[in-house]
C-alpha cells in the first residue's frame, strides 16, 4: 500500500494554527508529492498555500472524519498538544485510519514533552547527559522542602505537565523557591500541570534547540537554531514564546555537534528503541552549551515555534519525500539538503504581549515586505481585513549569505508592517554577531 504513494500526488492535513504550521504549510506545497494541503484550524496566512478547515487540532473525531473525507493520505502534527492528549493512537486504533501516518509521536513518546519527570527518568537511564533534579508531589512537600535548603542557587523548578510554555521558574533565593515549590503543588499555580514538580540544578551557559527527524530506527538532524525567549532587548523583561531565531548557530561548529550527535541525540533514538517506545516524528533538543559540553534542558515531540521559521527556508531538499521516509521507515534513504546560508527570524507581537494584549487589530504593509518570508501566527481575516488574534502575529524570516545581512533584512521588513500596538526585538541575534 506504502508504494502506491509515488504513484500519485499526496493530500495532506496539517494540524495546528501557529508560525510553525505557516512555515510547514509554505515548505509542504513546495513539493511535486503534495497534491492538496488542508490546515486545521490554521490562520490568515496559512490560506495562501491550501485550505483553512474549522477544526481545532485536539478535536479528534472531527479530525478523523475529515481525514476519510477528503482521502487525506499523510497527517503532520504541528502542536505538541494532540500528540500529547493521544492523535497518533487514535488513528492506529481505528480501522478506517489506521494505515494513514500520523508524523508525529504516539502518546508514549509524547511524555518525552508532556511530562518532565519522564523525560529526566528516560536521560538518566539512557545516559543522557542532563543537570541533576528530584521530582515531588504534594504528599511528598516537605522532602522537597528539604531538598531545596541542600541545593545551590538559582535553583530551577519545573511544573511535570504541559503548562503553555510557562511553567518553568528561576529561583534566585531559597524563600522564594520554598514560596513557589508550595503554590505550584498545594495551590497549582499551573493547574493539573504542577500535580508534580521537577527541581532541577541551575546550568550555566547558552542555550540552542537541536531538531531530529527520527522514522523510530533512523534519524536526520535538520538546522540548529537558538531562539530568543525574553520580550525586551538585551534579552530583558518577561519570558515569550520566542521573540525570534537564527539558524546556524555559531557556536555549534562540528566538534560540539559531534558531542551532540554521539552523547545525546543516538542515546535519545536508541534509547526510544531499547524501550520499546515507538516514534515517528520530530524530536526537538533543548541544550544548554556549558564550555563546550552539551547538556539536555528539555526535550519538545514536535518542531520550535519561532524556530522552525527559522529552520525550514534553510531546508533545500523535498520536504515531503522527508516525510514520506518517517511514515515507510526508510528515511536512512532519503536526501537532506542544508543551505548554507543564515536564516534570521522576527517576531511581531501584539501590544502587551506577554501579558493581556490587543486583538483585533488591521494589519497592513505585509505586500511592501521585500526580501523576506511572512509566515503568521495570530492572525486570522475579518471580510477584506487581516487581524490580529493572538499574542505573537507574525514571524518575518530572511534568508541570507550572512547572519548580518539576514537579521537587518527582516528586521527592516518587520518595520513595513505596521497594526496597532506592533511590537518587535530590534537586537535578535546580536550576542552571537
Not at 477544526?55 to 498538544?81: H, Q
Request: with cysteine.
Amino acid at each position: 500500500m506504502i508504494l502506491e504513494y509515488y504513484l500519485w500526488p499526496m493530500n495532506i492535513l496539517l494540524l495546528g494554527s501557529g508560525g510553525r504550521e505557516s512555515a510547514f504549510a509554505w515548505k509542504l506545497t513546495q513539493s511535486p508529492k503534495c497534491q492538496q494541503l488542508f490546515i486545521a484550524p490554521g490562520n490568515a496566512g496559512t490560506s495562501q498555500y491550501g485550505k483553512n478547515v474549522d477544526i481545532k487540532a485536539t478535536d479528534f473525531e472531527s479530525i478523523g472524519r475529515f481525514t476519510l473525507e477528503n482521502a487525506i493520505d499523510m497527517v503532520l502534527v504541528g502542536p505538541e498538544e494532540p500528540l500529547v492528549k493521544g492523535i497518533h493512537d487514535f488513528f492506529l486504533a481505528d480501522e478506517q485510519l489506521k494505515n494513514i501516518p500520523v508524523i508525529g509521536p504516539q502518546r508514549e513518546g509524547a511524555q518525552l514533552e508532556g511530562s518532565k519527570d519522564f523525560s529526566k527518568e528516560f536521560m538518566f537511564r539512557n545516559n543522557i547527559p542532563t543537570a541533576a533534579s528530584k521530582t515531588f508531589t504534594r504528599e511528598t512537600l516537605q522532602n522537597g522542602l528539604e531538598y531545596l535548603a541542600t541545593q545551590g542557587l538559582p535553583i530551577v523548578l519545573k511544573a511535570d505537565g504541559l503548562a503553555a510554555g510557562k511553567g518553568v521558574l528561576i529561583c534566585t533565593s531559597l524563600a522564594e523557591a520554598e514560596q513557589e515549590l508550595k503554590e505550584m503543588l498545594t495551590e497549582a499555580k499551573f493547574g493539573e500541570a504542577s500535580s508534580k514538580v521537577v527541581i532541577e540544578q541551575f546550568l550555566q551557559g547558552i542555550e540552542l534547540s537541536v531538531f531530529v527527524l527520527s522514522d523510530g530506527t533512523n534519524y536526520k538532524i535538520l538546522p540548529e537554531a537558538k531562539d530568543y525567549k525574553r520580550i525586551g532587548e538585551g534579552d530583558t523583561g518577561l519570558n515569550t514564546g520566542g521573540m525570534g531565531s537564527v539558524s546556524p548557530v555559531p557556536f555549534a561548529g562540528a566538534a560540539f555537534m559531534q558531542k551532540v550527535t554521539d552523547r545525546v541525540i543516538i542515546p535519545t533514538v536508541e534509547g526510544l528503541k531499547k524501550e520499546n517506545i515507538p516514534y515517528k516524528g520530530f524530536i526537538f533538543i533543548g541544550l544548554m552549551n556549558c564550555d563546550g559540553e552539551p547538556y539536555v534542558i528539555e526535550y519538545n515531540c514536535r518542531m520550535g515555534d519561532p524556530e522552525t521559521e527559522s529552520v525550514m527556508p534553510r531546508i533545500e531538499s523535498d520536504f515531503v519525500d522527508l516525510l514520506l521516509g518517517v511514515a515507510e521507515g526508510n528515511l536512512n534513504e532519503k536526501e537532506l539538503v542544508i543551505s548554507a546560508k543564515t536564516a534570521a527570524t522576527v517576531v511581531c507581537v501584539a501590544g502587551g504581549y506577554p501579558g493581556e494584549y490587543l486583538k483585533n487589530r488591521v494589519i497592513t504593509g505585509t505586500e511592501n515586505v521585500r526580501d523576506s518570508h511572512v509566515f503568521h501566527a495570530g492572525t486570522s481575516m475579518q471580510g477584506d481585513d487581516m487581524i490580529t488574534t493572538g499574542g505573537r502575529v507574525l514571524a518575518i524570516t530572511s534568508l541570507q549569505d550572512n547572519m548580518f545581512d539576514a537579521l537587518q533584512q527582516a528586521t527592516a521588513d518587520a518595520s513595513r508592517i505596521y497594526y496597532d500596538g506592533m511590537y518587535f526585538r530590534k537586537d535578535i541575534g546580536f550576542d552571537l554577531l
